[in-house]
């Protein structure tokens, strides 16, 4: 019990949950790029990927539901972690240049609000399909079986104009928040030193970079018309 | 050279304070920061106002005693010295500097650019040590210890307790400086005994002064006047896992 006080209600143990579980939902993230690039093998490719992924019930609602549970975790850790920072200076610099403080770490929470947003947007819109009706009806064939047609609904989805720029902004607030985030997980969790310091940041930063770019790519080709 | 001042006055810990202005004229370049204000102080004294209240002891940089946070910068400018040992060579004539104290809520302003730093000792109290039976010096090198271990222990002991990166963190986390005293106790042989109350023990004092979290932006070890590396920081944090772990939070 004890235990759990000392990592849920101290500084330094809640660094450790915003770590572990960002480090949870950043594998989730680079997982859901690496699939959804299959966008580019053509069409049967995705919607055999999207049975796959659909074909044990139980599995999938239990990973839908674990992934949502450590969101929420990271969530509640960061706001709570968030009101006792605000509280521990009440009174602003009136010079108050930070400047050595980077970009990327002072959006950490402004940047989260808007990643959760847009994830429940993306939800609701292209997964639920609550707020286009119509949009994830498509079927395709798959061999003899109709199955949803997932590749030409993201194609649609994802390449009208607005929802394009929207993938594009929250692909640029996912990437700021990660290019600090992921090598905050080392610190946090103890595990930089100065033998590895540099290349955990040019390893996690390549990462960053790999997701920014693949993550730009599937809106640009949807809205470009390059894949129809 | 003649400087536009903007200093923090605030007459005590529970009144409402403002930035006043002032002008300090005929800076020499040799002077030390806190010599110009010394300078200041004195015409002040003169019209029979009341001088700006600053900490100050050594001037050497090396007591930790003096805290402003210059133009946002807690120790001004220069990286790696304490604002005593800021030359106003590295200004211009012309130049506004704003002068502002410490600002943290464990760091209450006792009057201008004062702050009480006692939370810091608290922390120190609460597990900041060794327990030996003290007696005659013991021998040099009665207890063996690498070279790199020890110059480990020699940097975090650098640390002089400022409080810079208390003000310096957008979060005013403590972190670098518990870290540091730690760090420097937990390389060495004579600290391990204690390590795991030690990190326990210091950590709990930390949250419960009021201190913010750390966010790894690392502003602490930019504007530490000793450089104390925020590695030290992911050892402490190794440290506190390994002493939760181990069961040490069930001992208090």
């Not at chain 2, 009480?116 to 327990?131: K, P, T, V, W």
Request: net charge positive; charged share 20%.
């Amino acid at each position: 019990m004890n235990q759990i006080k000392a990592i849920f209600l101290s500084s330094v143990g809640r660094k450790y949950i915003m770590a572990l579980t960002g480090a949870a939902l950043s594998a989730f993230v680079f997982v859901h790029l690496l699939g959804n690039l299959q966008l580019f093998l053509g069409a049967e490719a995705l919607n055999k990927y999207a049975v796959l992924l659909k074909s044990n019930f139980a599995l999938l609602w239990g990973y839908r539901l674990g992934l949502g549970a450590i969101a929420l975790v990271h969530i509640v850790v960061a706001l709570s972690l968030w009101v006792e920072n605000r509280a521990a200076r009440p009174q602003k610099y009136a010079v108050n240049t930070q400047p050595y403080t980077d970009f990327a770490s002072k959006m950490m929470v402004c940047g989260g609000v808007a990643i959760f947003f847009f994830v429940l947007w993306h939800i609701l819109d292209l997964t639920g399909g609550v707020l286009r009706p119509g949009l994830t009806d498509a079927k395709a064939m798959l061999g003899d079986k109709e199955v949803t047609d997932v590749y030409h609904i993201v194609i649609k989805g994802i390449g009208h104009p607005v929802a394009g720029l929207c993938y594009l902004i929250a692909t640029c607030c996912l990437a700021l928040h990660l290019w600090h985030g992921l090598e905050s997980i080392f610190q946090s969790l103890g595990l930089r030193n100065k033998v590895y310091y540099m290349y955990i940041r040019w390893i996690t930063r390549a990462a960053v970079l790999f997701l920014f770019v693949g993550m730009c790519l599937i809106p640009l080709v949807c809205m470009l018309g390059i894949l129809k | 050279m003649n400087l536009n001042l903007k200093v923090w006055r605030q007459k005590n810990e529970t009144s409402e304070g403002e930035m006043k202005s002032y002008v300090a004229k005929d800076v020499s370049p040799d002077m030390s920061f806190l010599e110009m204000l010394d300078v200041v102080n004195e015409e002040l004294i003169m019209k029979g106002e009341d001088p700006i209240a600053f900490d100050s002891d050594c001037r050497e940089g090396i007591c930790g005693t003096c805290s402003m946070v210059v133009n946002g910068v807690p120790h001004g400018p220069q990286r790696g010295t304490t604002v005593c040992q800021l030359h106003m060579r590295h200004f211009k004539d012309g130049d506004s500097i704003a002068i502002e104290p410490w600002r943290a809520k464990p760091f209450p302003i006792l009057k201008d650019l004062i702050t009480n730093r006692q939370a810091f000792d608290r922390i120190l109290q609460a597990g900041g040590y060794i327990s030996v039976n003290t007696g005659n010096v013991g021998d040099a090198n009665a207890l063996p210890i690498a070279k790199d271990k020890a110059d480990q222990a020699m940097d975090a002991a650098a640390c002089i307790g400022c409080g810079a990166c208390v003000a310096a963190c957008k979060n005013a986390s403590a972190m670098l400086f518990v870290s540091a005293k730690v760090g420097h106790l937990g390389f060495l042989p004579q600290g391990q005994p204690e390590r795991d109350r030690r990190v326990w023990r210091m950590i709990s004092q930390m949250d419960k002064e009021g201190f913010g979290n750390c966010t790894n932006t690392y502003a602490c070890e930019s504007v530490c006047p000793k450089r104390i590396s925020a590695m030290f920081i992911s050892r402490m944090n190794r440290d506190y896992a390994m002493a939760v772990a181990k069961g040490e939070c069930n001992n208090l």
